[in-house]
């Protein structure tokens, strides 16, 4: 199944129970939580085992990546692929929003605290436009620095938004005691934001909508993308992989029914122009997103642009598919005004090309 036939798969059994979940979303006394989440669990399980949720008051329901980065790629379009008739009265969250500053109690180590109990300070990188935060609350007094750093994570995707968080937030260190410049965790989020539009920086609160620019030196290896000089990205994790000669963010993606691919074309750098091959990638990116993969966050889209690469001997453009069965047809009008060859491979080392 492509990931479009899961989303609708989901959809169509939310459709068909949605009169049950109303009613345990709007009676909760009336029946066992342990109840509810089996059974909502029968229907998220059609998107992926990895999927976490959480379901409250209010119609409100909230996926939750969970650590897992694959899945900021696809919970924003399950949920434009939502039908029209839910809308009104059912709120879908693709990640766990952010407390907007609100303080309430959570349990640490096992025992009660309120948000702003725990006290951090965080720095900002300007260079790579993210924070490292040092934490403290007496109860981590002792815990292992990966428990501590592990469960203080999920508490600030709580406090200022898994998106936020994920986008945001780089190094987590507990510290040993409270120090001078520390501040309330429910502060966090807003002086964050203060500090990144302070910078001259666009606050972006989504993983897929933020993309950044890397450089490499080539490499003399008779392998793809080893040519690469210079590129931008959406999902740094996708190339870093590649490089490592693993693919798990790729076999996830695909195991979802999603296709990391990247569309590439060789060319002659001798005769060449680096700066019109460049716009010239810019602008089969620009129609690629307008003429064959739609409009992002539509519910229509194919895919989206996760970004694209400069070589000494290749042009690449990086793509993430939720319905690869209609994409390379349109691929090939879109293509066939260019006089060069594209080719598509999937992320991962000696992949087979395939001719467009």
């Known amino acids: 199944m492509t990931f479009k036939e899961r989303a609708d798969a989901f959809w169509r059994w939310f459709g068909l129970n949605e009169k049950r979940l109303s009613d ?9 939580s342990g109840d509810v989440a089996s059974f909502i669990s029968n229907g998220v399980r059609l998107i992926s085992d990895d999927v976490r949720f959480r379901a409250g008051g209010g119609f409100e329901f909230i996926f939750s990546p969970g650590g897992e980065e ?64 040092d934490f403290y609350h007496k109860a981590w007094n002792g815990s292992e620095k990966n428990d501590a750093c592990g469960a203080f ?4 995707d709580i406090a200022v938004g898994e998106g936020f968080a994920e986008v945001y937030i780089d190094e987590v260190k507990p510290a040993a005691a409270r120090s001078e410049g520390m501040f309330p965790l429910t502060e966090l989020e807003r002086r964050m934001r203060r500090v990144i539009t302070a910078s001259g920086r666009e606050i972006v609160s989504r993983p897929d909508r933020r993309y950044g620019a890397y450089t ?46 990247f569309l ?26 307008f003429e064959v993969l739609g409009e992002q966050d539509s519910g229509e889209e194919i895919g989206i642009v996760l970004g694209g690469a400069m070589g000494g001997t290749c042009v690449y453009i990086d793509l ?9 047809d349109k691929l090939r009008v879109l293509l066939s005004a260019y006089p060069y060859k594209f080719y598509l491979s999937e992320f991962r080392q000696k992949s087979r090309l395939r001719l467009v």
């Open 24 to 32: 345990m979303f709007a009676y909760p006394e009336q029946y066992e």
């Open 70 to 133: 694959y899945l900021f790629y696809l919970f924003p379009y399950l949920i434009a692929r939502m039908p029209r008739r839910h809308q009104r009265k059912w709120k879908f969250f693709p990640f766990t929003p952010g407390s907007g500053g609100r303080n309430f109690d959570l349990e640490i180590c096992g025992k009660a605290a309120g948000m702003d109990e725990i006290a951090v300070k965080a720095d900002y990188d300007v260079e790579k436009d993210c924070f490292s935060v």
């Open 153 to 156: 994570r999920a508490i600030a």
């Open 216 to 261: 490499f030196t080539p490499r003399k290896k008779d392998a793809l993308r080893y040519d690469v000089f210079t590129g931008v990205t959406g999902y740094m994790a996708l190339i870093n992989e590649y490089y490592e000669a693993s693919a798990e963010s790729a076999d996830k993606l695909k195991r979802c029914g999603a296709e990391a691919l």
């Open 264 to 289: 590439l074309f060789p060319y002659d750098s001798a005769e060449k122009d680096p700066a019109n091959l460049l716009e010239l990638r810019r602008e089969i990116e620009s129609k690629l997103r």
């Open 320 to 328: 993430l598919l939720y319905d690869a069965a209609r994409f390379e």
